[in-house]
């Protein structure tokens, strides 16, 4: 049962990025050993496949909706795009955002959204416009200091009401949709968002008293620098990222999961992931040192006991002048997000702002520019999940880390077993994306 009114009829709707040429080979141009180029930008953002009609390509294929007058329509948004929070907004309409990343929320009546790298959001449409064409459209939202180097493409599609009428005018656009750069008006949505804390949902936010880890991890823009004595794997890198100072690389001989399952540890991956960076400074501040700018890489997790409860303070940098978002996804767990804000955390102040009423229970959330996030939650899913910021860029250059989850002492507090028709991991996964074309090829014969 929906806690709210049950819509007339469900639609997914998909936010994603056209890149020209082959993204495979432009990524791994970029992060050749020395290389200056960065990791490259889409090209174009798609509303269900197509960009819509703003290009030239798309303008035949754009997506359309067709709805009926009077009916309601539960849109269930997700945001495939790798690289960009997106705003998103429909001519003429509200949209009321009823969920996110699977949890119902509190009711959000507004003429606009913005949702996050890999966010899903529940939103409800009440289709009662004047009959006609409205566009759905949707742009990036951008928290950088620089209106270049970005995708200004316009993603639209377009909704469209079934009866009888008649209209020569292009569908109209949603003027209400915020532009690129508008920080306040993506914060003042982000801001509005509350567990739906009912009778029949409620939240368990875990107390103060019963944290067992505490950690703050820094969020950073880096380098990497080789000395001969960092060993000959170590590799020249001007683009780094780094959570507590330590750049995230993935192990080449077998997988954490396989490794921790066979108890087998070193040298897949090491268990001496800190609580706390290496040095504590001036996070917001512009300036930079040798000791800010500078990371090393490992592979490196945190150990859990099951059941534990874990808060982390998640405070973004500006090491380099690389102060952006960082929306951090953690993978196996839903968390509670207590709070969030702007300049370095205050431990004393800070806390007494937390949300422990209604906070909203999300796998998802944004760590601001030169700002801080609070979250808590319970490490009671036993494995090895991946944590990291959802914007790729940042993934791909080292900004994540993994926790083990230790087994709970039964079998349903257990890690499962590998499954018996698990594929071997002798052929390599890039075999299967290089044929690609030639598995579509065989597949039509």
């Known amino acids: 049962m929906f806690p709210f009114p049950e819509p007339d009829e469900e639609e997914i709707i998909v936010f994603g990025s056209w890149y020209l040429g082959n993204l495979r080979e432009r990524v791994e141009e970029s992060l050749q050993p020395g290389s200056t180029e960065t990791l490259p930008q889409s090209d174009a953002y798609t509303i269900n496949g197509q960009p819509g009609d703003f290009l030239p390509c798309s ?22 795009n790798i690289d960009a929070e997106f705003f998103f907004a429909i001519a003429e309409r509200n949209l009321t955002v009823v969920g996110l990343d699977g949890a119902y929320t509190k009711p959000i009546n507004s003429r606009y959204i913005v949702v996050t790298p890999g966010q899903t959001m529940d939103v409800l449409l009440y289709a009662n416009s004047t009959p006609g064409l409205y566009y759905m459209a949707g742009r990036q939202y951008l928290s950088t200091t620089s209106d270049t180097g970005f995708d200004h493409m316009n993603a639209t599609a377009i909704l469209q009401y079934n009866g009888n009428y008649t209209t020569t005018d292009a569908p109209l656009f949603p003027e209400h949709l915020p532009m690129y ?10 801001n509005q968002i509350r567990s739906l ?15 067992t880890t505490r950690m703050f991890i820094t969020a950073s823009m880096n380098s990497l620098y080789c000395a001969p004595d960092l060993g000959p794997t170590c590799v020249n890198i001007s683009f780094a ?22 108890n087998i540890s070193n040298p897949i991956y090491e268990t001496d992931f800190p609580d706390q960076p290496p040095t504590y400074f001036n996070f917001t501040d512009g300036g930079t ?9 490992g592979t490196k997790v945190k150990v859990l006991d099951y059941n534990e409860t874990v808060e982390i303070v998640f405070q973004g940098t500006n090491v380099m002048g690389g102060a952006v978002n960082h929306p951090m996804h ?14 370095p955390f205050d431990p004393v102040k800070d806390p007494k702002g937390y949300n422990l009423v209604d906070p909203p229970y999300v796998a998802t959330f944004v760590t601001p520019k030169n700002g801080w996030l609070t979250i808590r939650f319970v490490a009671d899913n036993p494995g090895v999940w991946f944590w990291h910021c959802h914007v790729e860029r ?8 993994s926790f083990i989850i230790k087994d709970g002492g039964t079998a349903e507090t257990s890690m499962l077993p590998p499954p018996a028709q698990m594929p071997s991991c002798d ?12 598995l579509i090829e065989k597949q039509t014969e």
């Not at 993978?331 to 702007?342: A, D």
């Open 427 to 438: 052929v390599p996964f890039y075999s299967a994306i290089r044929n690609y074309e030639a």
């Open 330 to 343: 953690l993978h196996g767990h839903s968390f509670y997000v207590l709070g969030f804000g702007f300049g």
């Open 394 to 401: 940042h993934m791909t250059w080292g900004m994540e880390a």
């Open 181 to 190: 750069m508008s920080q306040a008006e993506a914060f003042n949505f982000t």
């Open 59 to 80: 303008i035949n294929a754009t997506w359309r909706r067709k709805v009926d007058h009077g009916k309601t329509y539960l849109l269930r948004l997700v945001n495939a």
């Open 197 to 211: 804390a009912s009778p029949e949902h409620p939240v368990n936010v875990p107390k103060e008293s019963e944290i």
């Open 241 to 262: 990222t780094s959570v507590n100072n330590i750049s995230w690389v993935n192990p080449t001989t077998d997988s954490i999961l396989q490794a921790y399952y066979r």
């Open 289 to 297: 040192t040798m000791s800010t700018v500078l990371t090393v890489q």
